[in-house]
């Protein structure tokens, strides 16, 4: 099993910043993506941004040049740096790893983009 625990989402004004922390314990050989997903209210979850084990990236392109995900594979940490937020951005935002052929997610941290 895989544990997931988020951490660095708030109320943040347009055009503000924030910085998403998920980090990974338990079974945690094997490891390949990790990445973002959010859900809006009344809307699908979306994927945000993904990091491969090797370190290539994909954004979704609302969010493309404003956001950016990294990892530190010694500390099993997932981060999404959060530019230039937008009212869209408002989201409960999930982390997940794929480890092997399994997904784990994580419990969400909200994101609120207000004035």
């Known amino acids: 099993q895989v544990q997931l625990v988020e951490s660095g989402g708030g109320l943040v004004q347009p055009g503000g910043s924030l910085r998403l922390s998920c980090a990974a314990s338990?079974?945690?050989?094997?490891?390949?993506?990790m990445g973002w997903y959010r859900q809006a209210p009344g809307k699908q979850r979306e994927l945000v941004a993904t990091?491969?084990?090797?370190?290539?990236?994909n954004y979704a392109d609302s969010v493309k040049g404003r956001f950016t995900i990294s990892r530190d594979n010694a500390k099993n940490t997932v981060y999404l740096q959060a530019n230039n937020l937008k009212l869209e951005d408002t989201a409960v935002y999930y982390c997940?790893?794929?480890?092997?052929?399994?997904?784990?997610w994580g419990q969400g941290t909200q994101v609120t983009v207000s004035s």
């Open positions: 997940y790893v794929l480890r092997i052929i399994r997904t784990y």
């Open positions: 990091i491969t084990s090797g370190g290539s990236t």
């Open positions: 338990g079974v945690i050989d094997n490891i390949r993506n």
